[in-house]
Structures are given as structure tokens and as C-alpha cells.
């Protein structure tokens, strides 16, 4: 199991910009051979994948966020970001971080079912 930590949500007005970040602790494997996700469910609604990036950086993004939001991650600090851009009301959620040793077809579809360590979750709120 890898435990992971997010922070860096808060509230911002439509328009600005905030960066997500998750720091992952222990795994039987290094943190580099996990596919990293970012997750959000707004209040009620499911849970849907944002950004994915696997071990050789490869990453992909839910339609709603491309040429805003970018993923990256930090193998020497076991770091994950989310840098998100041109925030709009609609970003609005709890955002979740996501382990899986899963290979790039897996990883980049962004299934919430093939995670099995999540953080706790950040809380993003866009205003109007």
C-alpha cells in the first residue's frame, strides 16, 4: 500500500490558478512504477478521472481540462502535481489523488476501479 497526501486546494475566483500537489509514502515498489492520477467528484456527482501520468510520463487528460490543468510528477521526491489553469466554476470538488501499478492502457483511461490507493482528498472551490 502507498499512502498518499494531497494539498494545495483552496478557493480561487474564476480565472485563477492553483497547484494540487501529493506526496506518496512507503509501496512495496519505488514510487516511479506507479501510474499517478488525479480524480474529482463534485457534490453529487461520481468520481471522474482529470489527468493521468504513468512511469515514463506519459500522461492524458479528461477533454473538460485539456490546455488547462497540466500533471506532472517529481520521482526524487515522490511528488505528484496537478498545476491548474483558468479555473472555472465547474472545477469545483474534492480532488483525489491515485496509485496503481497498472500498465499505460490502464492507466490512461482513468477508471476509478483500477486504483487501489487514494489519498484523502484537497478541496478545490471556484467562485463566480
Known amino acids: 500500500q502507498v499512502r498518499l497526501v494531497e494539498s494545495g486546494g483552496g478557493s480561487v475566483q474564476a480565472g485563477g490558478s492553483l497547484r494540487l500537489s501529493c506526496a506518496a509514502f512507503?509501496?512495496?515498489?519505488?514510487?516511479?512504477?506507479?501510474?499517478m492520477a488525479w480524480f474529482r467528484q463534485a457534490s453529487g456527482k461520481e468520481r471522474e478521472g482529470v489527468a493521468n501520468?504513468?512511469?515514463?510520463?506519459?500522461?492524458s487528460y479528461a477533454d473538460s481540462v485539456k490546455g488547462r490543468f497540466t500533471v506532472a510528477r517529481d520521482n526524487t521526491k515522490n511528488i505528484l502535481y496537478l498545476e491548474m489553469n483558468s479555473l472555472k466554476p465547474e472545477d469545483t470538488a474534492m480532488y483525489y489523488c491515485?496509485?496503481?501499478?497498472?500498465?499505460?492502457?490502464?492507466?490512461?483511461?482513468?477508471?476509478?476501479?483500477?486504483?487501489?490507493?487514494w489519498g484523502q482528498g484537497t478541496q478545490v472551490t471556484v467562485s463566480s
Open positions: 491515485a496509485a496503481a501499478l497498472i500498465g499505460w492502457g490502464a492507466c490512461s483511461r482513468g477508471d476509478p476501479g483500477a486504483f487501489d490507493n
Open positions: 512507503g509501496g512495496t515498489y519505488g514510487y516511479s512504477s506507479y501510474c
Open positions: 501520468i504513468d512511469r515514463f510520463r506519459d500522461t
